[in-house]
């Protein structure tokens, strides 16, 4: 969870362009006080609250951009109240942008020096890596790959300016390699890529400044940071005088032979997350019956895809992928309520473009919940173009299909056919097992009966569904 040290946080998530374009409008509304100065002071200050306590010197690297200005500023101020600072860069200093060639011309006039090389190996306090930050385009190689390698090798805490160096700040993959940081110290908003994908294992505890910068200066953004539920994902509390009626009927369609599981860990989900009923169409006719959970009902799959006195439908787990599959999920789309598909009903979309067709032209409320693999072969891509940019793979998904997408995943994205989208904080990889996704549609499906709003309802599902396992351990994962 990201923290906030010294502003007020703003939930909305920046991509680069976004952040360039408000860090002009803060140069020409202020054009004697520059960003720069402000991030290496509260770089700085930082650096003192997470250093250990060895007394040994701060490694500071710096690199080609205003990244590695904020460092150069850091190295300033940490040299002035005492600390002992080692500064190594690799950039020329004729290249430099202009706010990070005054940095270096100030370091040096105060003494401090720049080593043009990784420094030998001896213990430091702390790692302050300022080498690439939102800028970076390219895939990190050479010796700028090999700096990075040593700075991960090295045992001190490691503190990231913005983004760690290596980490697609949109998108959160890895260009070439990265650095592993114990702490990230990111500037006037949130980015993507720090919260999705590869993001969270590289950047440590995330904290916030906005520098003084008011947030309602910065451009605006579709994008929002799923940290807690607000209102409009609440339902109204339960009046005394209430019955099963009230809170929704939901039918769930899958479960073929040998994976009837499925189906019934979403049934059984869509009762805790308090549904009023549960009916199950579970394809493996030997099932009649959950002794777990005998409050489930059970219907021939064939009447539940009609949707007659449902709610909400919602079919997939388990659901296979052979003839019957298919006729099932063609007889489902028509449904006249909220459409929850999931699993092997998506893979089935992408088997048949005309399915496909007819998902996207329904007039109720569908919502699509795949993981990576699921997603790459809706879209006609390769896994890794999904993991390669998520945020754009489930928008593309939402404008596709009409509909409301969870692409699961470290950091879910949640993406609305209005274009907005919301990346999840919650969950952990005890999630990563079989069932979870099934669990998840069941909570979904839940909620909507309920009356939530359709995109308000999947981000309260994948919000509470990572709730659940953020403290959970090999025993509790169940």
């Not at 362009?17 to 100065?37: N, S, V, Y």
């Not at 008011?214 to 409009?232: F, K, N, W, Y």
Request: net charge negative.
């Amino acid at each position: 969870m990201p923290t906030t040290p010294h502003s007020s946080v703003t939930p909305a998530l920046y991509m680069a362009t976004d952040i360039h374009a408000g860090e002009r409008i803060w140069a020409t509304a202020h054009p004697h006080d520059p960003l720069i100065e402000k991030a290496g002071a509260t770089a700085a200050e930082w650096a003192g609250t997470v250093a250990d306590d060895s007394g040994e010197p701060v490694l500071i690297l710096a690199g080609p951009g205003n990244n590695g200005g904020d460092a150069l500023v850091a190295a300033r101020h940490l040299a002035a109240q005492g600390f002992r600072v080692v500064v190594a860069s690799r950039a020329d200093p004729t290249r430099l942008p202009q706010d990070a060639a005054r940095a270096r011309d100030a370091w040096l006039q105060q003494g401090g020096t720049v080593l043009p090389h990784f420094p030998s190996s001896q213990r430091y306090s702390l790692l302050i890596d300022g080498l690439f930050g939102i800028g970076l385009t390219r895939d990190v190689a050479g010796e700028d790959a090999r700096w990075i390698a040593q700075a991960n090798a090295l045992a001190c805490p490691k503190l990231a300016l913005d983004v760690p160096s290596g980490l697609d700040s949109d998108s959160g993959r890895i260009r070439g390699c990265a650095l592993r940081a114990d702490h990230t110290l990111t500037f006037l908003g949130l980015k993507p890529g720090l919260l999705t994908a590869e993001g969270p294992d590289y950047a440590g505890t995330l904290h916030l400044d906005m520098l003084g910068v008011d947030p309602a200066t910065m451009p605006g953004t579709p994008g929002i940071v799923l940290a807690q539920l607000d209102e409009r994902h609440h339902l109204p509390a339960r009046a005394r005088n209430s019955h099963k009626g009230q809170f929704g009927h939901v039918g769930i369609v899958g479960g073929s032979s040998g994976m009837v599981g499925a189906c019934l860990i979403a049934g059984r989900a869509a009762l805790l997350q308090g549904a009023g009923s549960v009916t199950l169409g579970v394809l493996d006719d030997r099932i009649a019956v959950d002794y777990g959970e005998p409050r489930l009902m059970f219907a021939s799959p064939e009447h539940l895809a009609a949707a007659v006195q449902l709610n909400v439908l919602a079919i997939g787990p388990g659901l296979g992928r052979g003839a019957r599959a298919h006729i099932l999920l063609e007889a489902a789309l028509p449904a006249p309520c909220p459409l929850v598909l999931d699993a092997d009903a998506l893979n089935l979309l992408a088997d048949d473009p005309e399915l496909a067709k007819q998902a996207a032209r329904r007039t109720h409320p569908t919502l699509l919940t795949p993981h990576p693999g699921e997603a790459a072969r809706l879209l006609g891509v390769s896994g890794m173009e999904i993991q390669a940019n998520r945020i754009e793979a489930a928008r593309t998904l939402s404008r596709t299909y009409h509909a409301e997408i969870a692409l699961k995943g470290a950091g879910t994205v949640i993406a609305h056919p209005d274009d907005r989208y919301a990346i999840n904080t919650t969950g952990g990889p005890w999630l990563a097992q079989a069932g979870s996704g099934d669990r998840l549609t069941g909570m979904v499906a839940a909620l909507l009966g309920q009356g939530l709003a359709a995109g308000d309802a999947l981000e309260a599902a994948v919000w509470l569904h990572g709730c659940d396992m953020d403290t959970a351990t090999p025993s509790t994962a169940r």
